[in-house]
């Protein structure tokens, strides 16, 4: 059966600290891994990973895969309090089915 | 503006009185799927179609039914609710090739009483 685990599932920083958020996965016929933030409403797309080895990037934000042993991290740098929501991790197959890790509930502290 | 809307938001109903969430995107995106999520579970997977007439089981597609008979639009079924469907809803969608990122609607949240 496919699965995503995220660790951990919560966490509580202040703010400026640097977090590291980890997804690992077993999916059949890997296609992509892709994070998402939650805040209050709609998950929000972060980044999309397919390759591995290369970080994607977008402001404090990276992350990047590990293919071989079935991995990725989100880094968060500097931390603000607007960065508190709930991260979920998925991984697709190619059949484009995808499946959620239960989120890791992140809370930045002023 | 781009984005997916569903209704209604919210719905408290009783067991067995069918209703149906609707989901309607204006990207012209030929992926359109439907999740639920709950505490501890994060979001599962419960139908995704494709492109239209085309559509297939998630990972919990028992007591659900879908139809995409147009492009835009993917409702969800509940034929018979029961309590255990108390949930939070969402429907996505995106371009269909190569797993691209999905576009969430805000969510409907179901009690069934």
């Known amino acids: 059966e496919d699965k995503v685990v995220q660790s951990p599932l919560s966490l509580v920083v202040h703010e400026g600290d640097t977090v590291t958020l980890n997804c690992s996965y077993e999916v059949t016929n890997f296609r992509s891994l892709l994070w998402y933030k939650q805040e209050k409403k709609a998950p929000t797309f972060l980044f999309m990973l397919t390759s591995s080895g290369i970080e994607k990037k977008s402001g404090r934000l990276s992350s990047i895969l590990d293919k071989k042993e079935l991995f990725s991290i989100l880094n968060i740098t500097a931390t603000q309090t607007g960065d508190s929501a709930v991260y979920l991790c998925?991984?697709?197959?190619?059949?484009?089915?995808?499946?959620f890790g239960p989120g890791t509930r992140l809370s930045v502290l002023p | 503006e781009a984005q997916v809307t569903q209704n209604p938001r919210y719905l408290i109903t009783v067991t067995g009185k069918k209703l149906t969430v609707t989901c309607s995107q204006n990207?012209?995106?030929?992926?359109m799927s439907w999740y639920r999520q709950d505490p501890g579970l994060g979001l599962r997977q419960i139908y995704y179609?494709?492109?239209?007439?085309?559509?297939d089981k998630g990972d919990v597609p028992e007591g659900y039914k879908v139809s995409r008979k147009e492009k835009r639009n993917f409702p969800l079924i509940l034929e018979s609710p029961s309590p255990n469907q108390t949930s939070l809803y969402f429907c996505?969608?995106?371009?269909?090739?190569?797993?691209?990122?999905?576009?969430f609607g805000d969510g409907t949240r179901l009690s069934i009483l």
């Open positions: 990207m012209n995106h030929e992926y």
């Open positions: 996505a969608s995106s371009l269909g090739r190569f797993n691209q990122p999905q576009h």
């Open positions: 179609s494709m492109n239209v007439e085309v559509t």
């Open positions: 998925a991984a697709s197959n190619y059949g484009q089915n995808f499946v």
